[in-house]
């Protein structure tokens, strides 16, 4: 899972990994150590309702409904959307790049735009 910060806005992208733990455990998280402290986001499902996100002690947690985890699991689905207040929110699934790039994109999700050329 990786976030991507930028004034009022939070994005997470999910990789297929990502969406299966999610699915299963209705939990995942990653840490970013900085020494003395650590971020923490994670993404937590939740019965019904849209999106929503709390930041506590060091932890990022972004809620997505039960209903969204499916249709992620289980359709085409890039993503969903949802403004909180102030904060828009966006959880999508992690498409693999079209450059080259040297992170490990194995787990990534086929990039539609690869087969349009």
Do not use: W
């Amino acid at each position: 899972m990786k976030i991507r910060i930028k004034g009022n806005s939070i994005r997470y992208r999910l990789t297929k990994t990502d969406v299966n733990t999610l699915s299963e455990t209705g939990y995942i998280e990653e840490h970013t150590d900085f020494g003395a402290q650590t971020l923490v986001y994670a993404l937590q499902s939740k019965k019904s309702g849209g999106m929503a996100a709390m930041l506590e002690n060091q932890e990022i947690t972004l809620y997505i409904s039960d209903e969204m985890v499916t249709e992620l699991t289980t359709t085409d689905r890039v993503g969903f959307d949802y403004h909180d207040g102030p904060l828009y929110l966006l959880v999508e699934k992690d498409f693999t790049c079209l450059d080259n790039v040297a992170e490990d994109q194995s787990d990534n999700y086929p990039n539609p735009l690869a087969t349009a050329v």
